[in-house]
């Protein structure tokens, strides 16, 4: 992969971003993930597969998914979750815990994601724990709220949820 400058840097970051969502299954417009491989590429993003995405036509729009799990792995964001579900949620909540611990996701939108789509249909459990925890904390009635600490508070709770998680 060639080395992107600025405009290639937030072009990486739009298609990360793009992938907390996908990865899920949440798939939304395959055509915008189409668009945002162009501005990748004009951005001078350089995947083998890169190319490939950018240039369906609406027709071939049911390759994106697979095209866009590849462009993923090869800029090192890719996620495939193992088979078993429950395995696969533990998983989904240790990338999202790792996005945030690297600082490609927002803290406050991580923690949204592990609890959203994990911990409520996992439930209860050691692993997700720390997240859980941390999020009622700080959305206590009587509580703080959203204090100043709290990217920081969120972000240690998903260094903790990465140590419960094997990878």
């Known amino acids: 992969m060639g080395a992107p400058g600025a405009g290639g840097e937030a072009a990486v970051r739009e298609?990360?971003?793009?992938?907390?969502?996908?990865?899920?299954?949440?798939?939304?417009?395959?055509?915008?993930?189409?668009?945002?491989?162009?501005r990748a590429l004009v951005?001078?993003?350089?995947?083998p597969s890169l190319p490939l995405l950018a240039g369906l036509l609406?027709?071939?729009?049911?390759?994106?998914?697979?095209?866009?799990?590849?462009?993923?792995?090869?800029?090192?964001?890719?996620?495939?979750?193992?088979?078993?579900?429950?395995?696969?949620?533990l998983?989904?909540?240790?990338?999202?815990?790792?996005?945030?611990?690297?600082?490609?996701l927002d803290p406050w939108d991580g923690a949204?994601?592990?609890?959203?789509?994990?911990a409520e249909a996992y439930g209860e459990c050691a692993e997700l724990a720390?997240?859980?925890?941390?999020?009622?904390?700080?959305?206590?009635?009587?509580g703080p709220g959203r204090p100043a600490d709290a990217r920081d508070h969120l972000t240690r709770a998903a260094r903790e949820l990465l140590a419960r998680i094997p990878s």
Do not use: C, K, S
């Not at 298609?15 to 668009?35: F, I, K, N, S």
């Not at 049911?62 to 495939?80: A, I, K, N």
């Not at 720390?130 to 009587?142: F, H, S, T």
């Open 112 to 118: 949204e994601l592990v609890i959203e789509n994990v």
């Open 58 to 89: 609406r027709a071939e729009l049911d390759q994106v998914p697979e095209l866009f799990h590849r462009v993923m792995d090869e800029l090192g964001f890719g996620f495939r979750p193992p088979e078993d579900y429950w395995q696969g949620r």
């Open 130 to 142: 720390p997240m859980v925890e941390a999020v009622r904390a700080l959305q206590d009635p009587g």
């Open 15 to 38: 298609l990360r971003g793009l992938a907390h969502r996908w990865v899920d299954g949440q798939y939304g417009d395959p055509a915008e993930l189409v668009e945002a491989a162009v």
């Open 91 to 104: 998983a989904l909540a240790r990338w999202y815990a790792a996005e945030v611990v690297g600082g490609w």
């Open 43 to 47: 951005a001078g993003v350089d995947t």
